[in-house]
């Protein structure tokens, strides 16, 4: 509480005279009045103070926690099983090896080349004047009605495949659902047995087989065999100091891929991914190569991400994307790629 002077000798439960606080005659008498402050009084303080005391204390007093019977750790537990393969399997289980060579012959019987060209530029007959189908949820709404209308066309243009700029920031994953599923308000029709909400369709339907093998044909069109054959070189031949001593990338990742060089299989005694043939760094893994970007793996290379060291100034730009279509050529056949 706070004490304030008042001029009057007022007495009521705030205010009250201080012993000896009347003044002599003619003088005005002086009294204290309590003025609230907000704050918390001796008493409260010293009551706080014991509770703390008495919860420090009560913490410093718990008894100890014997953590010697606690039973080991199992170890020995089997690992989660493999994730199915994205790509179709044959009778034994492994993954397709999709072709360059047969995927030509999908583009070509399945008229691809009307839209897309050829040479997959995007410059077929029909692409100047392709447009979207003009299906939207207002028009599939009318349609409950029994009103049938048809949303504005948009006009629509075939991908060019030798954009490096766009394939480089696609996956080859990506490019099969867009295959399968065909790309929503574009003329993109699915040859997939269901398309997306929005997507055209063509009256052609393509087998698993098909469309992965189509796919890395267009795939293909973004590098070339010498660069192929260059990437290949460097992977198995350019040797690089890293913690010292002078290693290839084929020396970590392996000849085929699967991570089995010498240095590799080091490696597998620390990471149980490496050991089981699976996760970064194995490049015959078709799960995480078909979901990777030719950016996610240059990114990695020029930069370095844990064990893997960086390359940025010991290669050029252009030979880590040499190496970069090289690695992909694990996963599928490319035509003239040396072996």
Known sequence: MMWDVCADDVRDDDERCLPGSVGRVGEESLCVRRIPDGGMSGRTIAALAAVMVGVLFMAACQPAV??????????????APKD??????DASGKPMHPSVAEGAKVFSKTQCLICHGPEGLGNGPAAGNLKSPGKNLLTDFLTLFGIRATGEQLPSRPANFHNLVQMR????????E???????????PAFGPKPAYGAATFGVKL???????????EWAFTTSPAQVARGKQIYETQVVRIHGQGLTCADCHGVAGDGRGRVGLEIAKKRWNWARGLGPGIFTDVNLIAQRKPTDLFQVTQDGLADMPSYRGVISDDDIWAVVSYIWTFIYTYPQAPR
């Not at 920031?169 to 099969?176: A, G, K, R």
């Not at 087998?207 to 044909?217: A, L, Q």
Request: aromatic share 10%; hydrophobic share 40%.
């Open 66 to 79: 014997n953590v010697s019977r606690v039973p080991a750790v199992r170890t020995g537990l089997p690992l």
């Open 84 to 89: 199915p393969p994205l790509l179709p399997v």
């Open 169 to 176: 920031l696609n996956s080859p994953f990506n490019m099969y």
């Open 178 to 188: 867009t295959v399968t599923r065909g790309r929503p308000n574009t003329a993109m």
């Open 207 to 217: 087998t698993d087989e098909d469309r992965w093998n189509v796919i890395f044909f």
